[in-house]
């Protein structure tokens, strides 16, 4: 059991190494993205402002970035999609296999208590036999002797416990 648990833990690491690496790629796509529509929002500000300024060079240029942005913008969004899926399907796999590791901990852990569990009853059971058998006999009172205790404590030999008085 030990080694299956020490299998599943792998499992999981690499599982989990994959779901990092998908979302490294996932990131960098993001961030492609986020730059690419941080530089349309430039290329806007340049063409308005080299309008107001008359520069004609420069808003042309500023107008190329922006006919080129909405078919970059598509190249990212395509990218992104099947990394979205590919995150998803890591994520359920890391958590499938730490599921698993998990119900393998919980089998040991299970049988572990069981274990001990026993153990302490098996110990107990050597303590208290050796308890019963380093008891000391009692030696048996014989007849003569109980009736002379009744006697002297005040009882019949027929059992009946009988009251003493001062008086009597």
């Known amino acids: 059991m030990a080694k299956l648990l020490t ?30 529509e941080t530089r349309e929002h430039v290329a806007l500000h340049a063409l308005h402002h080299a309008l107001a300024i008359g520069d004609r060079s420069e808003a042309i240029s500023a107008e190329m970035a922006l006919a080129y942005s909405p078919l970059k913008r598509g190249i990212l969004q395509r990218q992104l999609a099947p990394l979205e899926r590919s995150v998803e399907s ?23 208590a069981r274990w001990r569990r026993e153990a302490q009853i098996r110990e107990q059971k050597t303590l208290d ?34 009251a003493t008085s001062i008086e009597e």
Not at 20 to 36: I, T
Not at 131 to 155: K, M, Q, W, Y
Request: some cysteine.
């Open 90 to 112: 890591a994520a359920a796999a890391w958590q499938h296999s730490r599921a698993r590791r998990l119900q393998i901990e919980t089998v040991l852990e299970t049988e572990d």
């Open 129 to 162: 036999a050796w308890f019963l058998s380093s008891r000391p006999v009692r030696r048996t009172i014989n007849a003569d002797e109980n009736s002379h205790r009744e006697s002297r404590n005040g009882t019949r030999h027929d059992g009946i416990v009988r």
């Open 7 to 36: 299998l599943r833990s792998l499992e999981e690491g690499r599982a989990e190494t994959e779901l990092a690496n998908q979302r490294r790629l996932r990131q960098a796509c993001l961030d492609a993205l986020h730059a690419h």
